[in-house]
T-cell receptor, first 111, second 112 residues
């Protein structure tokens, strides 16, 4: 089964609003990463947060990590139509195992 | 640096045929991972190679295989294609396992 599960599955907001997506996972991790995918294209790495970090910022992105609850959230502030995409969280479990991706949140930003 | 490249970008094959997809990672990246993405199953891990060795393999049948060359370029092969193999196949490279991955644009495979 998928390690990460994003919530909600789909989100529709107006341009200028904030968008929040959540990710829950099951096992201990070294880090958690967020990716964006525009329709039918490759994924683009957005941000990586390590297990000993609680919050990280990159431009309009803010990511939090709560290892006690095994959850993370991605906040996109002042969203734009160009932010319309699917967003995936990926966990890097401890040990010699590959990244595991969730099924993603489809974000639609309406102009 | 040039990004990850995948060839071909689009492919149409018939059931029973076999196909080879190619991936060139970012220069200096030794880890290459392959994923299958479908609307129903999402992004599923196929395998990961590091310095020509397969380090991890996902839960796919033996019809799916891959390899990595000394220049880190990687290929994956699917034999005896089935309709369910229709998908977007993504390749990603990284410096080390667990680090951020850089994805190619994918190969869209359609099996008829």
């Amino acid at each position: 089964s998928q390690q990460g599960e994003e919530d909600p599955q789909a989100l529709s907001i107006q341009e200028g609003e904030n968008a929040t997506m959540n990710c829950s996972y099951k096992t201990s991790i070294n880090n958690l990463q967020w990716y964006r995918q525009n329709s039918g294209r490759g994924l683009v790495h957005l941000i990586l947060i390590r297990s000993n970090e609680r919050e990280k910022h990159s431009g309009r992105l803010r990511v939090t990590l709560d290892t006690s609850k095994k959850s993370s959230s991605l906040l996109i502030t002042a969203s734009r139509a160009a932010d319309t995409a699917s967003y995936f969280c990926a966990t890097a479990p401890s040990g010699n195992t590959p990244l595991v991706f969730g099924k993603g949140t489809r974000l639609s930003v309406i102009a | 640096k040039a990004g990850v490249t995948q060839t071909p970008r689009y492919l149409i094959k018939t059931r029973g045929q076999q196909v080879t997809l190619s991936c060139s990672p970012i220069s200096g990246h030794r880890s290459v991972s392959w994923y299958q993405q479908t609307p129903g199953q999402g992004l599923q891990f196929l395998f990961e190679y590091f310095s020509e060795t397969q380090r991890n393999k996902g839960n796919f049948p033996g019809r799916f295989s891959g390899r990595q060359f000394s220049n880190s370029r990687s290929e994956m092969n699917v034999s005896t294609l089935e309709l369910g193999d229709s998908a977007l196949y993504l390749c990603a490279s990284s410096e080390q396992q667990g680090h951020e991955q850089y994805f190619g644009p994918g190969t869209r495979l359609t099996v008829t």
